[in-house]
């Protein structure tokens, strides 16, 4: 048994994990990162990133064989479903190097692999090492969470996890659920050529939406020809020679659906179990996750809690500034000091905040790039020319860690805006500095390095013009 001392010991290795441990390593901490599994986390494993890429190789293909457009033939010859996943994994692995595993040397913090459990409120253990720390963050995500359905573990099942692992294209799928996630993998499965049926319990899709929301997707779901069954309870499951059998409750009757497959998609649940949090004396709530105050504290003062674990809103835009705001203490706001930081733009410069003391300084934080941030950008580029020969600074920020250098060249292009100076804030460097917990926000700093205009997306241009020589004069 070998025993190790950290000042902050992370379980996990998402994105709330990434974003804590160099937030630590800035500030010159001892950490120590935990993973059990693959370095990364949902977003970039089995999540938005492997999601999107099949959603949209679908999406073609069914494109091609449905347009609107007369005169143009194109045909949908065949969709080989393995080698869309083996493209996909390629895309993840270079992702995961790129976004996460080189960080790691890059801000030089340890990496054991394996599970951890708490052995004590200051300690745990990994295998045969031991290892107490001055805090902990507890970053272990979340799993899909699979309703408790007679027959269905005997019958077999995929999960949004492992329907991106298939080798080829069932005939037909069954959705246990109607959330986004049963949604968008449902419709993967639709564009390319699969029967699909999705079962909902309550009246509706998408029950924490709008109904607005509820009635343009079902209408869109219905020009795709899937099947969507409301009011529905999947009573047993049974395994047949051609698939499934799932005998199902609907109008007051029982009924029966066949499928060669069945797709779960019913929530997500946190990943604590093997944890032992309670000898760590960490309490857990009703639905499973720890108990955390509004700095991410959980019942025990030295362990903190952060990201999909905690059954916050489950985007990765939100980890980094929910952990950044954890670290900071308190928020900003109009008169706050924004501490000196670094980050290298993407043509390669360094922008160094503190080198830009004596100019006033325009920082707009983007969740990412996208068709509603185009006003935005756009304004800035209308006023960057002009504002910078008066003394002012500026910098874009994206924290979509699914942004590449490619990404924005195509939204700078759309925008019209391909002379503002960029930068990619994976992890939360600036939304720290910041004390960021909004998606999109702008600010403009003084010559003091003091926030003095702050505000959230869309912004007119007019007011961006207004707020600049407002600081501007007050400077002079």
């Not at 194109?74 to 996909?88: E, F, L, P, S």
């Not at 109904?211 to 209408?219: F, H, M, S």
């Not at 990943?271 to 760590?280: F, K, Q, S, T």
């Amino acid at each position: 048994m070998t025993h190790h001392s950290y000042d902050l010991a992370i379980v996990g290795s998402g994105s709330a994990a990434f974003a804590g441990a160099i937030w630590a390593r800035e500030h010159g901490a001892r950490v120590v990162m935990i993973e059990r599994g693959t370095v990364g986390g949902t977003y970039v494993n089995i999540g938005c990133v492997p999601s999107k890429m099949l959603l949209r190789a679908a999406e073609t293909f069914h494109h091609a064989g449905h347009h609107p457009y007369q005169g143009v033939e194109t045909k949908a010859i065949t969709a080989d479903y393995g080698a869309m996943v083996a493209q996909k994994n390629r895309l993840t692995g270079d992702m995961r190097r790129e976004k996460y595993t080189d960080l790691i040397d890059e801000y030089g913090w340890d990496l054991v692999e394996g599970e951890a459990r708490f052995v004590g409120e200051t300690t745990v253990q990994v295998g045969a090492r031991t290892i107490t720390a001055g805090a902990y963050l507890i970053a272990t995500g979340v799993r899909p969470a699979v309703p408790p359905i007679p027959g269905l573990q005997e019958a077999g099942y995929f999960t949004s996890t492992t329907a991106m692992e298939l080798d080829r294209l069932p005939t037909s799928i069954a959705v246990i659920g109607a959330g986004y996630i049963a949604l968008e993998q449902g419709q993967v499965f639709r564009h390319l050529g699969s029967e699909v049926t999705i079962m909902q319990r309550g009246p509706r899709l998408l029950p924490t939406h709008e109904p607005e929301v509820t009635d343009a997707v079902g209408q869109m779901l219905a020009r795709l020809g899937t099947r969507v069954l409301t009011s529905t309870h999947v009573q047993r499951v049974e395994r047949t020679e051609h698939g499934r059998r799932l005998i199902i409750w609907r109008d007051g009757r029982e009924e029966t659906l066949e499928a060669e497959e069945i797709l779960v998609a019913t929530g997500r649940q946190p990943n604590i179990e093997a944890l032992d949090l309670n000898r760590a004396g960490v309490a857990i709530d009703r639905r499973g996750a720890p108990v955390i105050d509004d700095q991410l504290r959980t019942t025990n003062p030295r362990v903190f809690a952060a990201g999909d674990v905690t059954l916050a809103p489950q985007f990765v835009y939100v980890v980094p500034r929910l952990t950044a705001a954890s670290h900071a203490g308190s928020s900003g706001g109009i008169g706050a000091t924004i501490p000196d930081f670094n980050i290298t733009q993407l043509d390669g410069q360094t922008f160094d905040l503190g080198a830009h003391r004596g100019r006033v300084v325009a920082l707009y934080d983007m969740a990412g790039w996208c068709s509603s941030c185009l006003p935005e950008a756009h304004a800035w580029a209308q006023l960057y020319a002009q504002y910078h020969q008066r003394g002012v600074d500026l910098l874009v920020v994206s924290v979509d860690p699914h942004d590449t250098p490619q990404t924005i060249a195509t939204f700078q292009q759309d925008a019209g805006v391909q002379g503002l100076p960029w930068a990619i804030d994976t992890h939360g460097v600036v939304t720290e500095r910041l004390h960021l917990t909004a998606l999109d926000q702008t600010f403009i700093l003084d010559r003091a390095g003091h926030v003095a205009y702050q505000d959230s997306v869309p912004t007119s241009e007019a007011t961006l013009r207004q707020a600049l020589d407002r600081v501007l004069q007050a400077g002079s």
